[in-house]
């Protein structure tokens, strides 16, 4: 009997509290069923061969799920920022958890993709062309705007070379440092990038434009607009959703593919011991850069989606708390692993925008406290970090290579041995 | 490094004068905003591409390089006057050697006598203070060790440095990175090539595994969980995967019985006779030095202080010295 509690007692506190949050968000209750079906199955049968056919079943699950929602506003539009920032998390997985380079100024690429759609995707231009605007396969809407305007496909490529072009510099000046170092100087320039967005508006580029709009912000930004399909609308959020899954499935099939590549190899042998990763014929310089490129770039797209989603290019977005909120993505759900940064950060993202705001934010008053949850959503972010290090430090879905360093104390090259003399 | 042939040069001559008329054109039709797309798209689509063909034939140019060099006759390595200096200790100090082409070769020398210091700047680890290094009469002095590697020269650790959370297999595919093409994209698509290489490298690892006597089942275990003799084995045949013309083993024979060492030295007369490259052992145990060495090498502080066969260089008085300390000086202990 009390095997049976310790082994389903926590499934079933899990589907309670899982029930309580769909209604809470107002998840339709058929769905409701079959995330949590989908969801013990996949718990149940992961690693067997039935994976593959759970994987294909979430697949249609996640593609079927906005019909079943309000278009409008609510559930789509909490999922549609989830997605986003899966990507951007699944990105900085290829940096921190496959080279193992800390990076805590992530958010310069989410900013450098933003501003790209800020820059190439709105009115803020306004003299370009003697005010006649540029325009590059944009639908008839937008193209008698003001400003340069060019296609969401065209300005997600310009994200993913400036972004990618920007990782590599970022990554220049760290090649030649090693760990806590290597953050330090990312966290500089994650620094300078929120600033210079900051204060943007007072560098002129000539003409009287400015390089950003500072805290006011650059909006409205163009809505995307893919070939064949209708200009999206901000009240129709069902293709957002699709574009955001369609972002994820590409950034996740890109994990998977590089992982098993030479490149992930060499990637996976570098964070493990970097002389011996040279000595058997690995650049170190390029295959560094590498990881910044590959992993900036999807913060990029990332960025360039959300800033047509939010319609705002706002430089109080680029702030350092956001490099930490996706960096704790990457570690909740496990360095490295793949899935587990995925689902790490859908249940961070969740608990910040909606559950804190939207579910729990009253609690506090009705037990008689006199504060908002909302005022103190950093200190639980916190808490649950602490709480997840001492539980369980390797991640929600540990990767099978981070578990085994964790726990027989291996890897981080040559000062391990220091360390643990210390301790 | 040597430059590019003049073939390559008049492509890349062609392909430059393309993107130029293409651009031009193009400014010529098209909006100038248009114009810079195209340009642009020119130089990804065509350039990217080709620089990295030049990229990739200048990898396998160096093995070239070596293969020629090698019919010359020319010594596998040659060292000349090298010196290292850290702040005011002087590690290595102007040492003159040289390693004929399939040969064994092995270092000895008391305990902080530079053995690993000299092995480090062979390998690039290390830049030489003074001196140069050459590699079948090639200049690497200067170059990276990854570089390096890709020209022909791989070695192990002293105490093992595998990847502890990679197979032993794909520990071994580590070792011919150098000798692999895949780019970025072409793993992201994994392309026709890119699967086979993939496949062949996996084939190639196995061989290697087996060849240095690791058994089939032990292909998969995470290098951690080897035995250490295993660990050692692995580590000999990811060195031997980027196809090495010079092996260099630091201390391999550390922790071994006397019988694995036995067994140790066959392996490396197999090794030379079967892959036809040269072998440079940093060793301890006499033994496996006389037994394995054609010629010796012996580092006293940082100086070369003997050199020869192994039996005349047993009997030099310096190297006694070296070892035993003055004659002198254990009279006044006596």
Not at chain 1, 163 to 185: E, F, K, S
């Amino acid at each position: 009997m009390s095997e049976a509690i310790r082994r389903f007692g926590p499934a079933a506190i899990g589907v309670a509290v899982a029930l309580y949050i769909f209604d809470k968000i107002e998840m339709d209750p058929f769905m409701s069923v079959v995330i949590i079906v989908l969801g013990l199955a996949a718990w149940l049968l992961a690693d067997t061969k039935y994976s593959k056919w759970i994987g294909v079943a979430i697949l249609v699950w996640a593609i079927v799920l906005p019909l079943f929602h309000d278009s409008g506003q609510g559930f789509i539009d909490d999922a549609n920022i989830m997605l986003a920032y899966v990507v951007m998390a699944l990105g900085l997985n290829i940096v921190v958890g496959f080279a193992g380079l800390l990076d805590l100024g992530y958010v310069a690429f989410f900013a450098f993709g933003a501003f790209c759609m800020g820059w190439f995707g709105s009115s803020f231009f306004a003299g370009v062309n003697d005010g006649e605007g540029i325009h590059i396969f944009v639908s008839d809407l937008v193209s008698q705007q003001a400003g340069i305007h060019a296609n969401f496909l065209v300005v997600v490529i310009a994200a993913v070379i400036i972004t990618a072009m920007a990782g590599a510099l970022i990554g220049l000046p760290t090649l030649r440092l090693r760990g806590d170092y290597i953050a330090i100087v990312t966290l500089a320039f994650g620094e300078i990038i929120g600033r210079v967005a900051i204060n943007g508006d007072s560098i002129g580029l000539g003409g009287g434009e400015t390089l950003t709009a500072g805290r006011q912000g650059i909006t409205p930004v163009d809505k995307i607009d893919l070939p064949f399909v209708d200009v999206f609308q901000s009240l129709n959020l069902r293709p957002w959703y699709w574009t955001a899954l369609a972002m994820v499935l590409i950034v996740l099939f890109v994990n998977f593919r590089l992982r098993d590549s030479r490149l992930g190899r060499a990637w996976i042998a570098l964070r493990e011991d970097e002389v011996a990763a040279a000595s058997m014929g690995v650049p170190l310089v390029r295959t560094k850069l590498m990881a910044y490129a590959t992993g900036a770039a999807f913060g990029g797209i990332s960025g360039a989606f959300l800033a047509s989603y939010l319609n705002t290019v706002n430089a109080d977005q680029f702030q350092f708390s956001f490099s930490i909120f996706v960096l704790a993505m990457v570690i909740l759900g496990g360095l490295g692993s793949i899935w587990g940064v995925t689902v790490g950060g859908l249940v961070l993202a969740f608990i910040i925008n909606t559950f804190i705001p939207d579910i729990a934010r009253s609690w506090p008053r009705d037990v008689g406290l006199d504060f908002d949850l909302t005022e103190i959503s950093f200190a639980i972010f916190g808490f649950l970090l602490v709480i997840m290090m001492i539980l369980r430090p390797e991640g929600l879905i540990p990767e099978r290579r981070r578990q085994i360093e964790l726990h027989e104390g291996i890897g981080g090259g040559e000062g391990t041995d220091l360390y643990e003399a210390r301790v | 490094m040597s430059a590019l042939t003049v073939a390559e040069r008049s492509r890349f001559g062609l392909l430059a004068v393309a993107i130029i008329v293409g651009s031009i054109f193009a400014v010529m039709v098209l909006p100038i905003w248009l114009a810079a797309m195209v340009t642009l798209a020119l130089i990804v689509l065509v350039g990217v591409p080709y620089w990295q063909q030049l990229h990739r034939s200048r990898n396998s140019r160096r093995v070239f390089v070596a293969a020629e060099a090698a019919d010359t006759g020319e010594p596998v390595l040659k060292v000349e006057n090298a010196s290292k200096v850290f702040g005011g200790l002087v590690a290595v100090d102007g040492v003159d050697f040289e390693i004929p082409q399939a040969s064994i070769v092995s270092i000895i020398g008391p305990n902080g006598a530079g053995k690993t210091t000299f092995f480090n700047m062979l390998t690039g680890l290390y830049r030489p203070t003074t001196g140069r290094l050459r590699y079948y009469g090639i200049d690497i002095t200067d170059e990276r060790p990854d570089v390096i590697t890709s020209y022909g020269i791989a070695r192990t650790f002293q105490n093992i440095r595998l990847f502890a959370t990679m197979s032993a297999l794909e520990n071994v595919m580590v070792g011919q990175h150098a000798r692999m093409n895949a780019s970025l994209f072409g793993s992201i698509l994994r392309t026709p090539s890119v699967r086979h290489e993939e496949q062949a490298v996996m084939e190639k690892a196995g061989e290697m595994l087996e060849y240095v006597g690791l058994k089939r089942e032990t292909f998969g275990q995470l290098a951690i969980n080897l035995s250490y003799g295993d660990q050692r084995r692995v580590e000999v045949a990811r060195a031997l995967a980027s196809d090495p013309k010079l092996l260099l083993l630091d201390e391999p024979t550390a922790g071994m019985n006397p019988q694995e060492s036995a067994r140790f030295t066959e392996f490396v007369h197999k090794l030379r006779d079967e892959m036809k490259i040269s072998i440079l052992l940093i060793e301890h145990d006499m033994k496996v030095v006389m037994g394995v060495s054609e010629r010796v090498t012996v580092l006293d502080h940082g100086q070369k202080i003997a050199e020869g066969d192994p039996r005349e260089v047993r009997k030099d008085a310096r190297v006694i010295e070296a070892y035993l300390g003055k004659r002198e000086s254990q009279e006044q202990h006596a």
